[in-house]
């Protein structure tokens, strides 16, 4: 795990040295295998927040684009894992909530962001549940509404080129990705696990 921890860091180290990502991502030696190590200097400031932020994406993007950012839902479903998830702490069977969205502009019609989550539905509070079928906002505005208490940890980043990416997401975003992966934990318990994609062709931040 450890030399593959340092492989995984290499492109990170190579920009100069200094690693602003090395105390933040808890477990980027776990980073997918298709992932790519990032060259931080290749990336624009506004790509660098992106992926150290510890906040609300949408907030964040509005603050820094003067625009209204809307959350547009593509897929939420529950469903069975097919297996245990290390990263969720859950076993084979556990019900989960599978949810895909676009953060894309209101005025420009950018879209920003493709994020791809999965919600344990046992350990969802009632109000995060009702949130998630009636509010068209992000999981972070939800959890923000519901006053749950609960911290975020980022796991890995990376750079992502995903070949079989639908047609109607690609026309929006391109294939290729900054990514990160990060999860909610209460109490010490997993919660969420969100992959978060912003595409590396947006002409925002070059």
Known sequence: M???LGQKNQGALESGGFDPFADLMVMQGAMPEHWQPVNLRTLTPFQRALVAMDGTVTKFLEAYLLEPID??????????????????AAA????????????????SATVYAYAVSLL??????????????????GLGRILLNSQLENRREILWYGRETIADLPESIEVHTGNR???????????NRPMMLINEKFPIDSPVGQ
């Not at 959350?71 to 969720?88: G, I, N, T, Y």
């Not at 084979?92 to 005025?107: F, K, N």
């Open 2 to 4: 450890l030399e593959r």
């Open 71 to 88: 959350v547009v839902r593509l897929r939420q479903q529950e469903q069975q894992l097919q297996q245990e998830h290390v990263w969720l």
């Open 92 to 107: 084979a069977g556990t019900s989960v909530i599978a949810r895909q969205v676009l953060l894309r502009g209101r005025y």
């Open 120 to 137: 344990l539905v046992d350990r969802l509070p009632a109000d995060v549940l009702r949130g998630l079928d009636l509010e068209p906002s």
């Open 177 to 187: 990705f900054i990514s990160r992966t990060y999860r909610i934990l209460v109490g």
